[in-house]
């Protein structure tokens, strides 16, 4: 009944009766065949000789089919995810391991259009000062590393002057973590999380002591691992000991439910980004 069929197969006797057809995939929703279709008057005296070709083609034609599905899975995946990042109220940029760009959320976009502070050159993150933008570039490498396991530099914050003369704008570079065996240039390995002061409603120490009960001290120190601070320098900023530190760190994992600093720290930031999220 198809076009197809009337002005293609039809004229030149290509019939359904004189065919072999091959079911590739076959599902509730998804039937894939391939039909090999002999002219009348060229009919295969020997159809076992197409049919062996057929048999010796069938798995790989099935594994080319099964790949480009989870292709397309992945990427419309993919697209759902970074549909996710535009709803998040926190700029959001991710880097591979040479530091270019690869994604940028509609915050992030928003902040750098500006041009009060932030800038886009040559798909790397930069500032609008030299020296500030090359310690950005040398912390940027630096966490690489740790996501590739060859540094061990957690996150850490980093303040950007405002030509406006506003609140600077507060970024947190840190690694992607679970991917320590990454091969390919184009994996994110860096996130780059931008907190605008003059935009945002409450702070991240707001956002995590809430969400984990945490007391004022705990959260200070929550913030200072954030920042990368040694624990020397956190027991000197808090004016407290040493073993009491160690108390409050045991505080904080157990109500947070992790077991190491990288961890809360990965932790920590993508449940502020879940929060963001839902504002």
Do not use: W
């Not at 004229?11 to 599902?27: C, D, F, H, M």
């Not at 899975?73 to 991710?94: F, N, P, W, Y």
């Amino acid at each position: 009944k198809t076009e197809f069929f009337n002005d293609y197969v039809m004229p030149q006797g290509l019939t359904v009766q004189n065919a072999i057809r091959i079911t590739l995939q076959e599902s509730d929703s998804l039937h894939t065949s391939i039909a090999l279709h002999y002219a009348n008057d060229k009919q295969d005296h020997n159809p076992e000789n197409a049919l062996a070709i057929c048999r010796l083609m069938l798995p790989h034609i099935q594994t080319a089919l099964q790949l480009h599905t989870k292709i397309g899975q992945m990427k419309s995946r993919l697209d759902h995810l970074i549909g996710v990042l535009d709803t998040i109220s926190e700029g959001v940029i991710l880097l591979d391991k040479s530091g270019r760009i690869i994604e940028v959320n509609a915050t992030a976009r928003h902040i750098i259009e500006a041009q009060d502070g932030l800038q886009i050159s040559q798909n790397t993150l930069q500032t609008m000062l030299a020296r500030e933008s090359n310690a950005l570039t040398a912390l940027t490498h630096e966490v690489a590393k740790t996501a590739l396991g060859k540094a061990i530099t957690p996150g850490r914050s980093f303040h950007v002057l405002r030509p406006s003369g506003k609140r600077p704008i507060e970024l947190l570079i840190t690694p992607v973590y679970e991917q320590l065996d990454i091969q390919q240039t184009h994996d994110s390995i860096v996130a780059i999380f931008i907190h605008d002061p003059e935009h945002t409603s409450k702070s991240l120490g707001d956002s995590i002591q809430q969400r984990y009960r945490l007391t004022k001290t705990e959260t200070n120190i929550t913030l200072y691992l954030i920042q990368g601070r040694e624990t020397k320098e956190i027991t000197e900023l808090l004016d407290i000991q040493r073993e009491t530190l160690k108390t409050h760190l045991k505080n904080i994992f157990k109500k947070t439910n992790t077991h190491r600093q990288s961890e809360l720290i990965s932790v920590i930031l993508r449940a502020n980004a879940l929060l963001n999220c839902h504002r």
